[in-house]
């Protein structure tokens, strides 16, 4: 099976597309089966398999429905990561998030770096809505009584010289970083 990556790190968005899809043409062929070899055996469409291949149509639409929900979403550009690898290594990264605001839409964010001070997020699209990522990111950081705010760029040299300047945490800090992003995580897909 494919290799579970967890969300918030990098990776995420390609491997639960990858899953999803897998795991739903996994479910579809169990069902197909099940119906083909229970006409097979009793030449008639309702039959004892039937019940059973009906009941695997429902994790299939599920497994579907939620590759469907990110598949306009990827994993950010490999080079790019590398460039950002550093902050992973001191726990400060969060990449592939697909944020939900309370409506339901749906922002995509390559990259978020979480500092002692706030945020600085990256998103390369330009069809998705940086000013709403931020109002709910930034919503979310205040409910949770986290005085700081995130500022998304779209130019990644910009976003790169921003980044530049930042120290990994202290002690004191990283719980703060740390419930920055089990925040963010929780307005995530």
């Known amino acids: 099976m494919l290799k579970k990556i967890e969300k918030g790190n990098y990776g995420y968005m390609s491997s639960n597309q990858k899953r999803n899809l897998v795991l739903t043409a996994i479910c579809a062929v169990i069902t197909v089966l099940l119906m083909g070899i229970g006409y097979a055996l009793w030449h008639v469409k309702l039959n004892l398999l039937m019940v059973p291949a009906m009941l695997c149509v429902i994790p299939t639409a599920n497994y ?70 931020e109002i709910t990111v930034n919503d979310t950081l205040k409910k949770k009584s986290l005085p700081m705010r995130l500022k998304v760029y779209r130019d990644w040299n910009e976003f790169i010289k921003r980044i530049s300047d930042l120290e990994a945490p202290d002690e004191e800090a990283k719980k703060r970083v740390e419930l920055a992003r089990e925040a963010m995580l929780s307005v995530s897909m």
């Open 64 to 133: 579907l429905v939620a590759y469907l929900a990110v598949c306009m979403f990827s994993s950010a550009d490999p080079e790019r990561y590398e460039q950002v690898k550093a902050f992973d290594e001191a726990g400060m990264l969060v990449s592939d998030l697909v944020i939900v605001d309370e409506k339901g839409g749906r922002n995509g964010m390559e990259f978020a770096v979480i500092y002692k001070n706030g945020v600085v997020g990256f998103q390369g699209t330009k069809k998705n809505s940086k000013d709403m990522l």
